[in-house]
């Protein structure tokens, strides 16, 4: 479904980037994309922050300012940082792929490994409207995701991750993942959906999309429509270690979804709680469970390809 479809000149756009992303190859393609604007006629601003904070502030103050475009280039994380900033603010979100997962631009289309393919999408101006997810922790606190929130074992990995110092990059990931698999056991959750309809089960895992997929392509929801207003919820029913084994390839194709320990539902909006376990989306940390989600209809203008 696509609420709305637009085209509109770009003429001035703040870039925000990540010198980390991708072992740092986010700062080459900076360069390469923001001299392929220029080349279009566009007025450019290069944002990059101290920190996540700063970012931040830099980001907010850009969309507040006379811009027709926030450009985040690095990966899901610093999109998800520039959509705290542009949630309803009307000034349109353009992508430049440089992280790992790239799930954002996987879902609108966006070339990858391309910088300047990339600013040509951007360039051309044309626009969708689509939907944003509004997450809120215990303290309260409300913050916004693009793609798809996980919680159970893979964030319980996530976690694990982020506590390593070595090895470096994806291997890490996969050491933690095997770590995780080691220590399996079934995880109770509670899930309140938006008709009053309460879901207890053990799960493996919660993921719930407004996109398709996390972790660089996983098809996780694989029906999810970033237009239609509703949260496409997949719950991994508990499983033994070695079924979850086979099992973890098919999410990739998201034929996962057939398996008789998978159960799917959708609503728009979820509470969902499990003692233990925090809550990630776009590949960051949101807030410990439980948490509050609620669908933001039409809260993103994204530029897409032609």
Not at 26 to 47: K, P, S, W
Not at 51 to 78: F, T
Not at 260 to 268: C, D, M
Request: proline share 6%; hydrophobic share 45%.
């Amino acid at each position: 479904m696509s609420r709305t479809e637009g085209t509109g000149p770009i003429r001035r756009a703040a870039v925000l980037v990540n010198p980390a992303a991708d072992a740092g190859h986010a700062t080459q393609a900076a360069g390469r994309a923001v001299d392929r604007l220029r080349e279009h006629g566009i007025a450019v601003t290069r944002l990059e922050g101290a920190d996540a904070a700063d970012s931040g502030r830099l980001a907010h103050e850009a969309v507040a300012g006379d811009i027709d475009a926030l450009i985040a280039i690095g990966g899901d994380g610093m999109i998800n940082l520039a959509l705290q900033a542009l949630a309803g603010s009307g000034v349109a979100l353009g992508i430049v792929p440089a992280g790992t997962g790239n799930d954002h631009a996987r879902a609108y289309g966006i070339p990858l490994g391309d910088p300047r393919q990339a600013a040509d999408v951007i360039a051309a101006g044309r626009t969708r409207t689509v939907d944003l997810v509004e997450v809120t922790g215990p303290d309260g606190t409300g913050r916004h995701f693009g793609t798809v929130l996980a919680a159970g074992f893979d964030s319980l990995v996530t976690d694990r991750a982020n506590r390593m110092t070595w090895p470096r990059g994806r291997m890490r990931y996969n050491v933690a993942m095997v770590a995780e698999l080691a220590r399996l056991r079934p995880l109770p959750f509670r899930l309140v959906l938006d008709d009053g309809t309460v879901l207890e089960r053990d799960l493996t895992l919660a993921a719930i999309g407004n996109t398709r997929s996390y972790g660089g392509g996983m098809a996780v929801c694989p029906q999810a429509d970033p237009a239609d207003g509703l949260l496409d919820v997949t719950l991994v029913h508990a499983m033994p270690r070695r079924t979850l084994v086979r099992f973890f390839p098919t999410v990739f194709k998201g034929t996962h979804i057939h398996h008789q320990k998978v159960e799917t539902v959708r609503t728009a909006s979820l509470r969902i709680e499990s003692a233990g376990i925090s809550a990630y989306a776009d590949g960051e940390p949101m807030a410990p469970l439980p948490v509050e989600l609620a669908v933001r209809p039409g809260a993103l203008r994204v530029i897409v390809p032609g």
